[in-house]
């Protein structure tokens, strides 16, 4: 091969890798106490009959109150009375329970849930709340047993099918979880956590409108549960709909500004609609509340990269790595790198990135970086990497061109070829014209070099504003007028 190009090689970034700071999901873990099993249960009709209602005790009846009222040591002091005097009941335990967890003694909690249930093997609400117990302590496999059991006993109980939704929803399967969220909010139409949680879903699922519709409902039932606001603004961000993407978030800020959380998520949406000054600021004042928040970093990085300010953004990406290895801080540094041309750097933070958690697109930068120093074999394998790894988020033009890239470095010129070929066909891609002008001078196929640089040429005229462009234009003019003297 005559030579290679290392300084016209594009500098070809696949976009920054965004860390979603959305809270919206939970798990339910308020008790609306409810009777188990229901008789001629209605969906859409659901009782609020407490637990225990027909046991006449006056301390038991007292502590059901205190329950409601929130005052759970008072619950804990009156539920332990009444456990003594009857031990044959199992609510009395059901309550301790529920106060214990409300208290964050979880291990107490579930001391008493197993005590009801000893007592009462079909109490569909000790198995209901030993679930949600399960999933706080991270054994979600016991806690989706102790979801299902209770359903089979009671497939009326609106926050088990919350939080089974919560569940499939962790576990990736949206579907599932959406169905469970229907059928929660079909139990009880009144539940707006359900309802914020089901557009967070139809989000995920693409569904945009009928996820906008969902947060409407939520918020109508309850105009300050702001996470609602949250899950609309994304979904008119992923609409298109930037300004009213942006009025839901001005309204979540403006009512919560010492929420670190809820400036994290602003910023993050703001970063997506483009509103680069206002991501700054949610982001930089979610720092300011929560030090640590290393999600709020790699996010505000992404803003000052956007905008150009590399130095800035590489700060603000290395401050976040000193919080943890965020597989998307060291691939959005490679990025900064490869704007500032420390190709190794990139190399090394990409493959740091895939070290922690492996992913198409980060293999596909890694194989730029590579093209970049004319390290040809390795790009080869790191786009052959990628293609195993979720396709999807890698457009086939780019898996086309970064491969032709690599073939042509390679001096398999016959695949190359071939690739630009197909580019063009596919795509149009006015670049491929050029590479396959430089793949056909190669094989010394004169004639079909010159015609392509003529329409590399002529395409390139009207980008005179692309440096990038013109100094392929420059090489290609130059390479025609020595193969027309030839």
Not at 3 to 31: E, M, P, Y
Not at 161 to 179: T, V
Not at 255 to 277: R, T
Request: glycine share 6%; with cysteine; net charge negative.
């Amino acid at each position: 091969m005559k030579n290679t190009f290392r300084s016209l090689i594009l500098i070809l970034l696949l976009g920054s890798l965004v860390v979603s700071c959305l809270s919206t999901q939970s798990k339910d873990s308020n008790q609306s106490p409810t009777s188990s099993a229901r008789i001629g249960f209605n969906p859409g009709d659901p009782t609020s009959t407490p637990p225990g209602s027909e046991i006449s005790d006056t301390d038991f009846q007292v502590g059901v109150q205190a329950y409601r009222d929130k005052d759970f040591e008072k619950v804990r002091e009156l539920m332990e009375k009444v456990a003594a005097r009857y031990p044959q009941l199992a609510p009395p335990h059901w309550y301790l329970g529920r106060a214990y967890y409300e208290s964050g003694n979880y291990e107490m909690a579930m001391e008493q849930m197993e005590k009801a249930l000893f007592i009462d093997p079909n109490y569909a609400l000790a198995y209901a709340d030993r679930g949600l117990i399960y999933s706080v302590l991270g054994d979600d496999e016991a806690a989706l047993t102790d979801y299902q059991r209770a359903l089979n006993l009671d497939p009326s109980l609106a926050k088990v099918r919350h939080n089974l939704g919560f569940y499939y929803f962790e576990q990736g399967k949206w579907e599932l979880a959406y169905k469970e969220y229907d059928i929660a909010i079909h139990i009880d139409p009144n539940r707006y956590v359900t309802w914020g949680a089901r557009g967070d879903v139809l989000s995920t699922l693409g569904r945009y409108s009928e996820c906008v519709a969902s947060a409407d409902t939520a918020i109508s039932i309850n105009n300050e549960y702001w996470p609602a606001y949250l899950v609309r603004s994304l979904c008119y961000a992923e609409s298109g709909d930037a300004q009213a993407a942006f009025s839901d978030i001005s309204v979540v800020t403006s009512n919560n500004p010492e929420d670190s959380s809820i400036m994290a998520q602003s910023c993050f949406i703001a970063q997506k609609i483009n509103f680069s000054d206002e991501a700054i600021e949610f982001c930089t004042q979610s720092i300011l509340l929560t030090p640590d928040d290393f999600k709020s970093y790699i996010n505000r990085g992404n803003v000052y990269f956007n905008k150009g300010e590399y130095d800035k953004a590489l700060e603000d990406f290395t401050k976040a790595l000193e919080f943890g290895e965020a597989p998307a801080a060291y691939f959005n540094r490679g990025n900064v790198y490869m704007k500032t041309y420390k190709f190794n750097e990139a190399i090394e933070d990409y493959q740091h990135s895939l070290d922690l958690l492996p992913r198409g697109k980060v293999y596909y930068a890694l194989g730029f970086a590579y093209l970049q120093i004319n390290e040809f074999k390795n790009a080869s394998l790191a786009f052959e990497q990628g293609d195993t790894l979720e396709p999807w988020l890698i457009s086939d033009e780019i898996r086309l061109y970064g491969k032709a890239r690599a073939y042509f470095g390679l001096e398999q010129l016959e695949t190359a070829l071939e690739l630009c070929t197909e580019l063009i066909e596919k795509y149009q891609n006015g670049e491929a014209y050029y590479f396959r002008a430089r793949t056909y001078e190669e094989l010394e196929s004169y004639a079909e070099a010159i015609q392509d640089y003529n329409t590399f040429i002529e395409m390139a005229n009207g980008k005179l504003e692309d440096s990038y462009i013109q100094m392929l234009a420059n090489d290609a003019n130059n390479r025609r007028a020595e193969l027309i003297s030839k």
